[in-house]
């Protein structure tokens, strides 16, 4: 193995720190990350054609080759998932579904998802899921479930309440949990009245929407808050505080999304805070620039705080990692490989800390020891582990991986025309 030489310096360099970086290795294969289908065509899915994006959320660019089929974007991922090292889940939005004659939402079935099912049985795959309340009539007015017309508010209550038994459907399947995100752009370009018969209507509407029974060993319903959206910069029914009370008091998870707060807070200090009052949580990885931008996510101070929340306190077993952004400037199978491949490397970084002994100079109250041992272990040669476990796990080591993505897109993308 070409990788091995520096491999076996490295781990002698984190032994000294009483690092094990075998059982680091053995962790990080366990880790499943869910990539997250929209990425591949900028979140159009299958169902509508010609669709504006809407509910707040922008893909910007237009980069050639986006898949326009069910087939070619699971032809994609097939490439992207050949880069990555692991086994993973694919993230699915309802668009997704592939029906042989015209449906709409309120009328999504399981048997619409077959071809998916199809190819994440044949990977070894898990499958998440989302309700798709945007990008539709039934979402003009910028509400859905919290709409004050009874005929929206039951149409979408009625695309949620099947979404939950397509995600059971998705577990039974392919043996592994379903994760079934909520998250609804619901909100006021301007300032309301009325801040609260919204979110009174949001609320009864998810009691209605997990009233359908379903195998809760198998299926996790978690939802999603946010700060604000395009259009929706006045008031967010489904806001940080009101998804944390719906939550915790109905025993669901919270989805905590990177780039739906504040800019200056961060999720990876809400992990903790989040897990203590729920069982389980999902988290959408991305990466805001100045707003909830959605940008790929890259190997940046909060990736690896994240990883750190996670990993320090064991809080991964509770947590599903999902990623959450749309880039259309770039090759979009890159973006995929790119932002999966830097969340495992952030997971393995925080694998390879001494966190027994840090926590221990923490409790003694040398502050000082803590600092410099987590400086001096930012420029300890992690890339060489990085490396080993990649050409261990079969998939290109360092930027080997960009040529083939270039020669895919010479021979498949750049003929999407
Ligand atoms: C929007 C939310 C949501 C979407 C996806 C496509 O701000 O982050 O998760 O990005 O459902
Ligand atoms: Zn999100």
């Not at 919290?146 to 392919?174: L, M, P, Q």
């Not at 009325?194 to 299926?219: G, H, I, N, Q, T």
């Amino acid at each position: 193995m070409k990788t091995k030489k520096a491999y076996q310096l490295a781990k002698a360099q984190y032994a000294a720190l009483g690092v094990d970086v075998d059982s680091a290795i053995r962790q990080l294969k366990k880790i499943k990350i869910s990539l997250h289908c929209w990425q591949g065509d900028d979140v159009n899915g299958f169902m509508f054609k010609d669709i504006e994006l809407s509910g707040g959320i922008q893909t910007t660019g237009n980069y050639p080759g986006k898949a326009r089929t069910g087939d070619e974007l699971r032809q994609d991922l097939d490439v992207a998932l050949s880069m990555i090292p692991g086994k993973h889940k694919l993230n699915l939005h309802a668009i997704y579904a592939e029906p042989d004659e015209k449906v709409d939402l309120d009328e999504l079935e399981p048997k619409h998802f077959e071809k998916w099912v199809e190819w994440a049985k044949k990977n070894e795959m898990g499958l998440d899921f989302n309700p798709t309340c945007f990008s539709h009539p039934m979402a003009d007015s910028g509400f859905t479930i919290s709409s004050a017309d009874d005929n929206v508010r039951k149409f979408w209550i009625e695309h949620c309440k099947r979404c939950r038994i397509i995600g059971e459907y998705f577990a039974k399947e392919t043996n592994q949990k379903s994760v079934i995100n909520f998250w609804f752009p619901d909100g006021y370009k301007d300032t309301p009245i009325d801040r609260d018969a919204p979110r009174r209507r949001m609320a009864s509407a998810l009691d209605e929407v997990f009233s359908v029974k379903v195998d809760s060993k198998r299926v996790v319903d978690a939802i999603e808050s946010k700060v604000f959206g395009i259009g929706a910069e006045s008031y967010t029914v489904g806001s940080n505080e009101f998804i944390m009370g719906y939550a915790v008091k109905n025993k669901k998870s919270v989805c905590l999304d990177a780039g739906h707060f504040h800019p200056t807070e961060v999720i990876s200090d809400k992990i903790p805070s989040v897990l203590l009052f729920t069982n389980e949580m999902l988290l959408h990885v991305s990466r805001p620039v100045r707003w909830d931008s959605d940008h790929v996510v890259t190997f940046d101070d909060e990736l690896k705080a994240i990883a750190h929340s996670l990993i320090r306190t064991g809080l991964v077993k509770r947590t599903h990692i999902g990623l959450d952004f749309f880039d259309a400037s770039i090759n979009r199978v890159a973006a995929w490989v790119i932002g999966t491949r830097n969340m495992l490397k952030a997971l393995l970084y925080a694998l390879l800390e001494p966190t027994e002994m840090l926590q221990k100079l923490e409790l003694e109250g040398d502050y000082t020891s803590r600092l410099a041992l987590t400086e001096e272990l930012k420029s300890y040669p992690f890339n060489a582990i990085w490396d080993y476990y990649c050409e261990m796990m079969g998939v290109p080591v360092r930027e080997e991986w960009l040529a083939l993505v270039k020669q895919y897109e010479d021979e498949v993308l750049s003929k999407r025309v």
